[in-house]
């Protein structure tokens, strides 16, 4: 049994800052690959990040390069994305995925996760 829950969503100005978290069980967390992903009405889910086994390989998606930082602490099993800059665009459902065992690299589609969190919301007022 494998469960993921995120939590840290809520509204914002635009301009300001999110950190969301996501605790993972079941598994070994250190081996596993773990992505963020974001879902806005009408819209397909997208990659938002994502972050191999040991922490220091990870992935983030052009549109929140320089604004959003994915990181993990294995000792905790939690992933985190810090979210700075927040545009109104960046209002969505997010949602932590994982996967077994840590990837040689990083995916993006969705298919490729194989565990899901239920999804914490993000809002950002212009």
């Known amino acids: 049994q494998v469960q993921l829950v995120e939590s840290g969503g809520g509204l914002v100005q635009a301009g300001g800052s999110l950190r969301l978290s996501c605790a993972a069980s079941g598994r070994t967390f250190s081996i596993s690959t773990l992505g963020w992903f974001r879902q806005a009405p009408g819209k397909e889910r997208e990659f938002v990040a994502g972050?191999?086994?040991?922490?220091?390989?990870?992935l983030h998606a052009d549109s929140v390069k320089g604004r959003f930082t994915i990181s993990r602490d294995n000792a905790k099993n939690m992933v985190d994305l810090q979210m700075n800059s927040l545009k109104p665009e960046d209002t969505a459902v997010y949602y932590c995925?994982?996967?077994?065992?840590?990837?040689?690299?990083?995916?993006?589609?969705?298919?490729?996760?194989?565990?899901w969190g239920q999804g914490t919301q993000v809002t950002v007022s212009s």
């Open positions: 972050i191999k086994g040991r922490g220091t390989d990870t």
């Open positions: 995925a994982a996967l077994w065992p840590s990837t040689l690299y990083i995916p993006r589609r969705s298919s490729e996760y194989t565990y």
